[in-house]
T-cell receptor
Framework: GENVEQHPSTLSVQEGDSAVIKCTYSDSASNYFPWYKQELGKRPQLIIDIRSNVGEKKDQRIAVTLNKTAKHFSLHITETQPEDSAVYFCAASKAAGGAQKLVFGQGTRLTINP | DTGVSQDPRHKITKRGQNVTFRCDPISEHNRLYWYRQTLGQGPEFLTY????????KSRLLSDRFSAERPKGSFSTLEIQRTEQGDSAMYLC????????????FGPGTRLTVL
């Protein structure tokens, strides 16, 4: 089955700097790659996603890139702010009978230092 | 609030007892997913419904676990004869039938088995 590896497990950056989180997946049939942000005690919230027919997607300070050949995708956060501090999860899935069950990475705890 | 809701938010039980959790998806979302999240890990897929049909179950879902979605709206997840290893956050997500299938998560039910 699908396996998703996420690095680093913890990341600390200065406010205003950029943060990059990387994920690799094993199943070449995976075609959907969302990123979720989870603050302590709260639900995972989708922040950006990308599909396999696109190489890059950007939404204000957040961007995701996908390299299908290498089977890896990355989250880029620019001009980081204290409210970006949270745990970030990448996930991968493939449509199977309509279902897109998500396989998550282990998470990255991002800390923004003021 | 028109998001995914879950009840209860917290449940403390003694080993061997049965527990039942409820998930109310976003209105008109045909797909409903259950995930389990342990501390410091990403969510793990448990099971998936499309309308009232349970279409996939993970091997993580032992015989003590059962899920239903009788009318294609809310869903219940029951754990019989709870064990300490069942302690986790149980997350529900829903999505609309269609090509995007973006999953929106509920706040989760935190189960503690003593």
């Amino acid at each position: 089955g699908e396996n998703v590896e996420q690095h680093p497990s913890t990341l600390s950056v200065q406010e205003g700097d950029s943060a990059v989180i990387k994920c690799t997946y094993s199943d070449s049939a995976s075609n959907y790659f969302p990123w979720y942000k989870q603050e302590l005690g709260k639900r995972p919230q989708l922040i950006i996603d990308i599909r396999s027919n696109v190489g890059e997607k950007k939404d204000q300070r957040i961007a995701v890139t996908l390299n299908k050949t290498a089977k890896h995708f990355s989250l880029h956060i620019t001009e980081t702010q204290p409210e970006d501090s949270a745990v970030y999860f990448c996930a991968a899935s493939k449509a199977a009978g309509g279902a897109q069950k998500l396989v998550f990475g282990q998470g990255t705890r991002l800390t923004i230092n003021p | 609030d028109t998001g995914v809701s879950q009840d209860p938010r917290h449940k403390i039980t003694k080993r061997g007892q049965n527990v039942t959790f409820r998930c109310d998806p976003i209105s008109e979302h045909n797909r409903l997913y259950w995930y389990r999240q342990t501390l410091g890990q990403g969510p793990e897929f448990l099971t998936y419904f499309q309308n009232e049909a349970q279409l996939e179950k993970s091997r993580l879902l032992s015989d003590r676990f059962s899920a239903e979605r009788p009318k294609g709206s809310f869903s219940t997840l029951e754990i019989q004869r709870t064990e300490q290893g069942d302690s986790a956050m149980y997350l529900c997500a829903s999505s609309a039938l269609g090509p995007t299938d973006t999953q929106y998560f509920g706040p989760g039910t935190r189960l503690t088995v003593l």
